[in-house]
């Protein structure tokens, strides 16, 4: 999944240094805020009817599913958070779990149960919030996911990581940025088989929340684990859905979950890679609104 929180230290850690030259985006208009009992949480709130969450992947915001949230909100209340550590929503100050927050959130909508879209690190959040808050959730659709326990063993995988881990250690926002653009391509291609505005836009909102942190803020971050025991337990509809060209252990591992859970099922994208949303929207979709006409 997105080189995102990390187990050991080696990527997408939200203890960063700061990118001064690179201050955050402006808040949109449009998003609201919810009073967490640990800072105020981002959202957008749009359309009507059965409520779907878009949860973005790790170091970017809910402007990942920019070409999503118009087509779904036609038809679904469609909400789009901005997870902890990213955007335009607090940061930590005590532990917590990004299930948690999830719930809190929907619990103050007065909404759900809901269907949860995440690409990877929002499609962990989703697995896990399936576990612990079942009550909130209809279905899940996992994007470039399994659980969030999952790591990267791939030498190419860790071999970018390890890149990261050293621009982080040096203070090197536009090393650390460049190592973490290549996760875009993936192993197989490289950037320049990437449309360049989808490299611009994850870069963007990459760098928003870079500057969000401080080399010496602690992570507060608190993993689930035990999730592949308890995921025979996942009684909604799950969804995988991964780019044919992402790494093969990952899509290894959505299939997994789709295999284990009591009502799985997954789908390929094909000529791309880790975020399938940003480079084939329509096709992305497409695939999201037809699960939504089976449930």
């Known amino acids: 999944m997105t080189p995102w929180l990390p187990k050991h230290g080696l990527h997408d850690t939200l203890v960063v240094m700061t990118a001064a030259s690179n201050p955050p985006v ?132 860790r071999g970018v990581q390890s890149e990261q881990a050293a621009a982080l250690g040096a203070g090197d926002a536009e090393g650390w940025l460049t190592a973490f653009l290549r996760f875009v391509p993936g192993r197989y291609r490289t950037l320049d088989d990437v449309d360049p505005d989808v490299l611009r836009r994850v870069r963007e909102m990459a760098l928003g929340t870079l500057a969000k942190h401080t080399p010496d ?13 308890r995921v025979p337990e996942i009684g909604v509809p799950v969804l995988t859905v991964n780019g044919a060209l992402d790494a093969p252990e990952l899509i290894a591992a959505a299939e997994r979950l789709a295999r284990t859970v009591r009502d799985g099922r997954s789908t390929t994208v094909e000529g791309v890679g880790h975020y399938p949303n940003m480079e084939r929207p329509g096709a992305f979709t497409d695939i999201v609104t037809d699960f939504l006409r089976t449930l």
Not at 44 to 66: E, N, Q, Y
Not at 217 to 229: C, K, Y
């Open 26 to 157: 402006d808040v949109a208009s449009e998003l609201r805020r919810f009073a967490s009992a640990d800072g105020d949480l981002a959202y957008r709130d749009t359309g009507a009817g059965d409520p779907v969450v878009l949860l973005h992947s790790g170091f970017a915001d809910h402007r990942v599913f920019d070409a999503q949230i118009p087509v779904l909100a036609r038809g679904y209340r469609v909400i789009a958070p901005d997870v902890r550590g990213h955007g335009a929503s607090a940061n930590a100050t005590r532990p917590f779990r990004w299930a948690d927050d999830l719930a809190a959130l929907l619990r103050h909508l007065d909404t759900g149960p809901a269907v949860l879209v995440g690409v990877s690190m929002g499609g962990a959040i989703a697995t896990d919030t399936v576990l612990e808050h079942p009550e909130l959730v209809r279905a899940v659709v996992a994007c470039g996911a399994a659980t969030s326990e999952f790591e990267y063993t791939d030498p190419w995988a």
């Open 217 to 229: 803020e602690e992570n507060h971050h608190v993993p689930l684990t035990g999730t592949w025991a």
